[in-house]
């Protein structure tokens, strides 16, 4: 699967003109139904792809830059259909027992584990993952509900040194790490619901909701 480039937040494949030509169509449908948060994360992404930078769009849009960021990360993983507004039409897509156990290994044991470049997990790519290895499609925005579930935390990255990452990551396999699979083993034998101390990190996936001061056009 091709991915974005260094410094990109969309990769060549959603920039073709089809896809342009999609996004387009999407932005005249939102205006014509007056959703204006549908507008604006189409206009958000057309303006990117044009390239405007992410503060402009912010100042132009009336959003904050984690929300542009956040809609141009949903257009890299799902395309148009990952900006639509989407009422709930049945439960979210369930993965059985040996299906979490092995997300839990792989997501422990690091996203370079199953071919990634980067060190640091975020919800598009565990949610990238999930539909590669198991099918189906699984919304980026529930994989912070399913991390809970998992008994992993859901964080924002933090910048550290290198140094300071290695002998972190070091100490949690020698020290964290065997506590979590010792734990993991008494509550499987007791059957109790109980969650393992938060392991690994993923971007927050922050709710959709109105932001005012922006009139579509």
């Known amino acids: 699967m091709a991915r974005s480039r260094t410094g990109e937040a969309i990769r060549p494949s ?3 003109r089809r896809e342009v030509e ?3 169509a999407l932005l005249k449908e939102a205006k014509a139904s007056g959703d204006l ?3 604006r994360r189409a206009k958000a992404v057309l303006g990117y792809i044009d390239g405007r930078r992410v503060v402009t ?3 132009e849009l009336g959003v904050t830059r984690g929300s542009v960021n956040r809609w141009l990360q949903w257009h890299d993983t799902l395309g148009v259909d990952g900006l639509r507004t989407r009422v709930a039409a049945g439960p979210v897509p369930r993965l059985n027992q040996d299906q979490r156990d092995e997300l839990s290994g792989v997501i422990e044991t690091g996203p370079q584990s199953v071919g990634f470049t980067t060190g640091v997990w975020t919800g ?3 949610g990238d993952w999930i539909r590669r290895r198991f099918g189906g499609d699984y919304h980026t925005h529930y994989v912070p509900e399913l991390l809970r579930q998992l008994g992993f935390s859901v964080q924002r990255p933090r910048k550290r040194l290198a140094k300071a990452d290695a002998e972190l990551q070091a100490r949690w ?3 964290r790490l065997p506590a979590i699979k010792k734990k993991r083993t008494h509550v499987e034998a007791s059957s109790f619901g109980k969650t393992r101390p938060a392991s690994g990190s993923t971007e927050r996936s922050t709710k959709r909701g109105q932001e005012s001061g922006t009139s579509l056009a």
Request: aromatic content about 6%; hydrophobic content about 35%.
């Open 22 to 24: 999609r996004l387009e």
């Open 14 to 16: 959603r920039r073709t």
């Open 173 to 175: 396999v020698r020290e």
């Open 57 to 59: 769009l912010s100042e």
């Open 124 to 126: 598009p790519m565990i």
């Open 37 to 39: 948060e549908e507008w």
